[in-house]
C-alpha cells in the first residue's frame, strides 16, 4: 500500500493505517508499504551491501542454493541508519505484536544472482510448542528492504499469505502449499515488507542479469533467542546509538566487533 505524504514525512502512521496493517499481519501474516526509505540511503545501502556482496561471491561458496548468499551485516553506517533499525514506521507496528521492550536479534540479507534457482519453501521460525497444536501469538517479526526493485524475473520472494504463519507444527508443507495460494512479493525499491516470520516464503529464480540484495531484519519479543549467532557491535558504535536502538540491540554482543576502518581496507577493497 501507498502511505500518505504526511506519513511519510512525518514518520508516523495514521490511526486507521495502523489499524489496517496490523490487521493484514494478524490474517495475512503480511503487510508492504511501498517507497519509505528515501532514494539516497537505498543508494548508499545498495553499494556498501553490494561490495561486501562482491567479497563473499569471490571468496566464499553460495550457502542458501545455486547462486544464493546470505550475509550477515556489519554493525556499521549506513546499515544502522535509524530509518534502518529503528524504522518509526515499522516499529509502530512491531510495539503493537511484540510490546515496546522488544529486541532486534538480526542484521543481514538473502541475494539471488542471476541463474539462482528456487529457494526450499520455508517458514524463518517455527511454533514454538513442537508437540502442541496450540499457535502462539506473533513473537518474531522480520523486516525486509529491497535495495532494487523486487520484480517477477528477478527473483522476487514468493510467499503463501492464507495464514500459513498460524499452521500448528508437523504440516507436511511441501504438499499443502501446491494446493494454497501463493504470490509473489512484486515492490518497488526502498520498500518495507512487515511479515510474520512464521509465514510461509521462498526465494525464486532470477532470471535477470544482476542480484537482486535485500536486507533483513528479525525482531522479537525480549526472552526470545535464535539459532542465528550475537551481532557483534563496537562499544563506541553502540554508545552513539539512539536510546531505542540501544534498546533493541541490547542483548547483542556489544563490546565486540570489527573496525569500520579495517572492514574498508579488508573487504571493501
Excluded at 501474516?29 to 561490495?51: A, C, K, M, W, Y
Excluded at 542458501?64 to 556489519?74: A, F, I, S, V
Excluded at 509502530?92 to 532486534?104: A, K, T, V
Excluded at 532494487?148 to 499452521?167: C, K, S, Y
Aim: charged share 20%.
Amino acid at each position: 500500500m501507498q502511505l500518505s505524504a504526511d506519513e511519510l514525512k512525518n514518520g508516523s502512521l495514521n490511526p486507521s493505517t495502523l489499524t489496517f496493517a496490523i490487521q493484514q499481519i494478524k490474517m495475512n501474516g503480511h503487510v508492504v508499504f511501498e517507497s519509505v526509505i528515501p532514494p539516497d540511503l537505498i543508494s548508499e545501502l545498495r553499494t556498501h551491501f553490494n561490495q561486501l556482496l562482491d567479497h563473499d561471491v569471490a571468496t566464499k561458496e553460495a550457502n542458501r542454493g545455486k547462486n544464493r548468499y546470505q550475509m550477515h551485516l556489519p554493525f556499521i553506517k549506513p546499515f544502522i541508519h535509524q530509518q534502518v533499525v529503528a524504522n518509526p514506521i515499522v516499529l509502530s507496528i512491531i510495539d503493537e505484536f511484540l510490546g515496546e521492550n522488544c529486541i532486534c536479534h538480526y542484521l543481514g540479507g538473502n541475494t539471488p544472482l542471476p541463474d539462482a534457482e528456487y529457494q526450499t519453501l520455508h517458514s524463518d521460525i517455527h511454533q514454538l510448542f513442537p508437540d502442541s497444536d496450540v499457535v502462539s501469538p506473533v513473537y518474531c517479526i522480520v523486516l525486509d528492504i529491497p535495495l532494487v526493485d523486487f520484480r517477477q524475473d528477478n527473483g522476487a520472494m514468493e510467499i503463501w499469505p492464507g495464514g500459513t504463519h498460524l499452521m500448528p507444527n508437523g504440516i507436511d508443507i511441501e504438499t499443502v502449499s501446491k494446493i494454497m495460494h501463493s504470490e509473489q512479493v512484486i515492490m518497488p525499491t526502498g520498500s518495507l515488507l512487515i511479515r510474520d516470520a512464521r509465514m510461509w516464503h521462498r526465494g525464486t529464480p532470477n532470471q535477470s542479469n544482476t542480484p537482486r540484495p535485500n536486507m533483513a531484519l528479525m525482531y522479537a519479543c525480549h526472552w526470545f533467542k535464535t539459532m542465528y549467532p550475537q551481532i557483534g557491535i563496537r562499544q563506541d558504535i553502540y554508545d552513539s546509538l539512539s536510546e531505542r536502538s540501544k534498546q533493541l540491540f541490547r542483548h547483542e554482543a556489544v563490546g565486540t566487533g570489527e573496525d569500520p576502518r579495517e572492514m574498508m581496507v579488508t573487504r571493501w577493497t
